[in-house]
């Protein structure tokens, strides 16, 4: 080997070892650049579930106290004079009451005081001795003990949220209120059960009465609507766009429009359902049918860019089978195509279901913010939706409201939970593995 061959080896190997070197710092560089984007990703994650659980956190210490209501003993005389067997239905339920709770303070006597102590008994339970006195008619001539809802105020009172230290004037409980309340306590006449009423009786003015069995009511029947028609029209159009229909222009129209359509504000299919809908074919308002026909028109372009997401993903192949022995085209989507297809459909559908459970503005202009107290029996009797309704108490100035709205927004989220389990459970249920 001649010296120039030697240097060029030389050369050759110390440039090789610079080459080494340099790559080595960079991949220094490159594993430590990755550790710092795998750290910021975990921080991340970490804030973001501590938000997550501080606000569910929230919503729970707010809203689980709504799911027990407070209770006290009272004595009732049903006085065959006050409850004639022939006007049950419309006697002096109040007066009765009123009677007792005179008898077991006789020292209230000032007009402004009985009306005080009248008001610590929720108005419920007026109906609740209607109705126990329609039940058993042979109760009328003997005394009952009952255990009745008390007034909002007092059931905040008794649930710790008021405090007694405050001035008399900045607070709803006066201190003639608090000796009474002490005294049943004190009694063993006061008792917490768990709020019935909260998941059985619809909207009501006072806090104590007041349940979302209304608003659920009208969420179902919304719903019911929103899946009878939302899902076989968008698997059919899924269906015909993926597997049957021409490349054209008008199907590349169609096809940018359901896009545009997914990502359009909700409030428009509104606007859309008031101006359709009620303006011009005259259905009623604040009726489940039109908000599921509202729902429908917002559900519609989820289902359909699902369904064929879940239509492309069946490999050709089994379409390639399908034909190759001696299938039609029909047969192959139906008998091959679409029961694999079948769990994502289905998932897509429920999510979009999920989407139109949880909606509020397209139903508040078609009416359905109205206050209704009677809970719907059909798809056109005037009702609400659970959304709505923690709307509605949301706006209240009521402490009692403020509970009742974080409970039912956590049967909200119970109710969406379900949903998507029943999305994984269907899609783990009819997927098949090729």
Same mark, same amino acid.
């Given at each position: ?12 190997? @110390? ?10 710092? $960079? ?26 659980? /501080?606000? *569910?956190? @929230?919503?729970? $210490? &707010? ?7 407070? *209770? ?7 006085? +065959? ?32 005081? &009985?009306?005080?102590?009248? #008001? ?36 905040? /009172? =008794? ?32 008792? &917490? ?13 006072? +806090? ?8 659920? =009511? #009208? ?18 159009? %899924? ?21 545009? /359509? =997914? ?13 359709? *809908? ?8 604040? %009726? ?11 559900? /519609?372009?989820?289902?359909?860019? =699902? $369904? ?30 679409? +029961?694999?297809?079948?769990? #994502?459909?289905?998932? #897509? ?12 503005? +397209? ?72």
């Amino acid at each position: 080997m001649n010296n120039s061959e030697y240097k060029q080896k030389a050369l050759d190997k @110390s440039s090789s070892g610079r080459t080494i070197e340099m790559v080595n710092k $960079s991949l220094s560089r490159r594993y430590k650049a990755e550790r710092r984007f795998r750290r910021y990703g975990q921080v991340a994650i970490i804030i973001s579930l501590g938000f997550l659980c /501080l606000l *569910f956190i @929230s919503i729970i $210490s &707010k809203g689980y106290p709504a799911f027990y209501q407070t *209770f006290i003993q009272i004595d009732v005389f049903l006085d +065959p004079d006050v409850l004639p067997k022939d006007k049950l239905s419309t006697a002096n339920y109040p007066g009765l009451i009123k009677k007792s709770l005179s008898s077991e303070f006789p020292e209230v006597e000032l007009r402004r005081e &009985k009306k005080q102590l009248y #008001g610590m008994v929720s108005i419920g339970a007026y109906y609740q001795i209607r109705k126990m006195v329609m039940k058993n008619r042979d109760m009328i001539g003997t005394t009952q003990t009952v255990w009745v809802p008390v007034d909002d105020d007092i059931d905040m /009172l =008794a649930k710790g949220h008021i405090d007694r230290n405050t001035p008399e004037l900045e607070r709803r409980v006066k201190d003639i209120q608090l000796a009474w309340f002490d005294r049943w306590d004190k009694a063993g006449k006061i008792k &917490k059960r768990f709020n019935t009423t909260f998941f059985t009786s619809g909207d009501s003015r006072e +806090p104590e009465m007041s349940g979302i069995w209304g608003a659920m =009511a #009208g969420s179902l029947y919304v719903l019911v609507v929103t899946l009878l028609l939302s899902f076989p029209i968008g698997v059919a159009a %899924a269906v015909y766009l993926e597997e049957f229909a021409s490349k054209s222009r008008w199907v590349d129209l169609i096809e940018v429009n359901i896009n545009n /359509l =997914a990502a359009v504000p909700s409030i428009v299919f509104g606007l859309l359902g008031l101006a359709i *809908f009620i303006n011009f074919f005259g259905l009623p308002r604040s %009726a489940p049918l039109v908000g599921g026909l509202v729902l429908t028109l917002m559900t /519609l372009p989820i289902i359909i860019i =699902a $369904s064929r997401a879940a239509l492309q993903s069946v490999p050709p192949s089994i379409r390639q089978a399908a034909l190759g022995v001696g299938a039609s085209k029909m047969q192959t989507v139906f008998h091959h195509v679409f +029961p694999l297809a079948l769990p #994502g459909i289905l998932t #897509g559908t429920i999510i979009g279901i999920s989407r139109a459970l949880g909606e509020t503005a +397209p139903l508040l202009m078609i009416g359905m913010v109205a206050f209704i107290v009677d809970v719907p029996g059909s798809f056109t009797d005037p009702s609400t939706v659970l959304p709505v309704q923690i709307y509605l108490w949301a706006d209240s100035p009521e402490r009692a409201f403020v509970e009742r709205t974080s409970a039912a927004i956590l049967v909200l989220l119970a109710l969406l939970i379900a949903t998507n389990f029943l999305a994984v459970l269907l899609r783990n249920r009819f997927e098949r593995r090729w």
